[in-house]
């Protein structure tokens, strides 16, 4: 079964900093770009970072550049969201997110939209 | 930056009813990387249409996806009662990289 399964959310002092971890299971992770999205409470969608299939290509929303950092490992099928100098709006439901489909071999991309989804997990930013 | 409206903010209609939901971008799109989401309370969103009008695996014919440009619609033939939720169009692939509509709410009229 495809599965995204996100990790790492919690209660945490504005300033502070949290680690969110994805792992991806029943399909070639590194075959697949990834993004982070984040929903507040009763809010729409917010998509937050992109990385490549490689991690040798990251995009960031403005929102949070220079604080949020992505990361993969893809030998260990995992996406990685660090997340520094938190404030209250980054208060949400984050969510990993499978993208396109990279085939290397036949240098070949294929964008079926965001197909895949984690549950999310929630970071609450708050004293 | 490209901007996503859509419209209308909620759409009340009965079930069995024809649901049509706009999105409109700032500028041009490209129809193949424009994508529409369902959403219910407390779950996270589901892919129902990829390059503009594509359906995603296991999406019933009732929804379907036109348009380019910049105008794009979502339609929903006829709605069952498990097809009230909130729909969000996407984009993808202009700056900034990634842009999600505010979202289109059909409920229960």
């Known amino acids: 079964e495809v599965q995204l399964v996100e990790s790492g959310g919690g209660l945490v002092q504005p300033g502070g900093s949290l680690r969110l971890s994805c792992a991806a299971s029943g399909f070639t992770f590194s075959s697949y770009e990834m993004n982070w999205v984040r929903q507040a409470p009763g809010k729409g969608l917010e998509w937050v970072s992109y990385?490549?299939?490689?991690?040798?290509?990251?995009y960031y929303a403005d929102s949070v550049k220079g604080r949020f950092t992505i990361s993969r490992d893809n030998a260990k099928n995992s996406l990685y969201l660090q997340m520094n100098s938190l404030r209250a709006e980054d208060t949400a439901v984050y969510y990993c997110?499978?993208?396109?489909?990279?085939?290397?071999?036949?240098?070949?991309?294929?964008?079926?939209?965001?197909?895949?989804w984690g549950q999310g997990t929630t970071v609450t930013v708050s004293s | 930056e490209i901007v996503l409206t859509q419209s209308p903010g909620t759409l009340s209609l009965s079930p069995g009813e024809r649901a049509t939901l706009s999105c409109r971008a700032s500028?041009?799109?490209?129809?193949?990387?424009l994508a529409w989401y369902q959403q219910k309370p407390g779950q996270a969103p589901r892919l129902l249409i990829y390059g503009a009008s594509s359906r995603a695996t296991g999406i019933p014919d009732r929804f379907s996806g036109s348009g380019s440009g910049t105008d794009f619609t979502l339609t929903i033939s006829r709605l069952e009662p498990e097809d009230f939720a909130v729909y969000y169009c996407q984009q993808y692939g202009s700056s900034p990289l990634v842009t999600f509509g505010p979202g289109t709410k059909v409920d229960i009229k």
């Open positions: 500028q041009s799109v490209s129809s193949s990387y």
């Open positions: 997110a499978r993208g396109a489909y990279v085939d290397t071999a036949m240098a070949a991309y294929y964008y079926y939209g965001m197909d895949v």
């Open positions: 990385i490549s299939s490689s991690g040798s290509t990251i």
